[in-house]
């Protein structure tokens, strides 16, 4: 019998098991091993919107390391993170007049639930509704783009 990828407790395993499915043309598996290491990025954090940001920044982080072939660090907004916080950065990318870059490849491999803009929208009572506005906008324009 097969192990059920949600019960992956190890970022080591699941990258071993993203890399076999990536080999082997298996893209659901890839997927949900890739939503699964998100999740324990977030698995230490109490609040459950922070919670949410770590995985979205994980997942974020994810596509910067496929992109260039090694782990690569989201600089300017682990910077932004330290300087401003969690709820500064979400507002920021919702924000923002362009789609971020990790927006952008998150969109394109189906998992907008990874992204800041789905993150602002699960907790809209925590933010303004400017805010909440645009992320709504940019979700929607992305899907019907």
């Given at each position: 019998m097969?192990?059920?990828?949600?019960?992956?407790?190890?970022?080591?395993d699941?990258?071993?098991?993203m890399?076999n499915?990536k080999?082997?043309?298996?893209?659901?598996?890839?997927?949900?091993?890739?939503v699964?290491?998100?999740?324990?990025?977030?698995?230490?954090?109490?609040?459950?919107?922070h919670?949410?940001?770590?995985?979205a920044?994980?997942?974020?982080?994810?596509?910067?390391?496929?992109?260039h072939?090694?782990?690569?660090?989201?600089?300017r907004?682990?910077?932004k993170?330290?300087?401003?916080?969690?709820?500064?950065?979400?507002?920021?990318?919702?924000?923002?007049?362009q789609?971020?870059?990790?927006?952008?490849?998150?969109a394109?491999?189906?998992l907008?639930e990874l992204?800041?803009?789905?993150?602002?929208?699960?907790?809209?009572?925590?933010?303004?509704?400017?805010v909440?506005a645009?992320?709504?906008r940019?979700?929607?324009?992305?899907?019907q783009?």
């Amino acid at each position: 019998m097969k192990k059920s990828i949600s019960s992956y407790t190890s970022v080591a395993d699941l990258t071993k098991l993203m890399a076999n499915a990536k080999r082997l043309g298996e893209d659901e598996t890839y997927k949900q091993a890739f939503v699964r290491r998100c999740e324990l990025e977030g698995v230490d954090y109490s609040d459950p919107m922070h919670r949410d940001f770590y995985q979205a920044l994980a997942a974020y982080e994810l596509t910067l390391e496929e992109k260039h072939g090694r782990k690569q660090a989201a600089g300017r907004t682990r910077q932004k993170l330290k300087n401003k916080g969690v709820e500064q950065c979400l507002i920021d990318w919702a924000s923002s007049s362009q789609e971020t870059s990790g927006f952008v490849a998150l969109a394109e491999r189906g998992l907008m639930e990874l992204t800041a803009e789905h993150v602002v929208l699960k907790y809209a009572d925590r933010f303004d509704p400017g805010v909440v506005a645009a992320a709504q906008r940019r979700l929607s324009n992305y899907q019907q783009g």
